[in-house]
């Protein structure tokens, strides 16, 4: 069964819409924010958008940021979209105590 790829833009407009949720405010304060640019995400419904790399890391690392979410809880679209434009938790997020060695610990 081959899965569906979602273009990155869609799910960066599904992770913005959380973010302006959760945060009582507009998708066009989040794009000032993190770009300065309060348009952007008319551009991006309207299909005339084409944001770069460099764009895309700007915004997954502000949404990936938990400081940034209600009680520090990062939604799991967002924690997806945050790996796969490839930027990493700050050191320290990764959990510890599990057996197998895939929380982050360095195993001998």
Do not use: Y
Not at 29 to 35: D, F, G, K, Q, S
Not at 86 to 93: E, L, R
């Amino acid at each position: 069964m081959m899965l569906e790829a979602i273009p990155l833009i869609d799910r960066l407009m599904t992770c913005a819409k959380a973010w302006a949720e959760a945060n009582d405010r507009s998708l066009s304060r989040l794009a000032t924010i993190v770009v300065n640019d309060g348009k952007f995400f008319v551009r991006c419904e309207e299909g005339t958008a084409n944001p770069t790399a460099a764009t895309l890391e700007r915004f997954a690392r502000f949404l990936g940021e938990p400081a940034n979410w209600p009680e520090g809880a990062v939604p799991d679209a967002v924690a997806s979209f945050v790996h796969v434009v490839g930027v990493s938790p700050a050191d320290g997020a990764a959990t510890t105590g599990q057996a197998d060695g895939m929380s982050g610990q360095v195993v001998a």
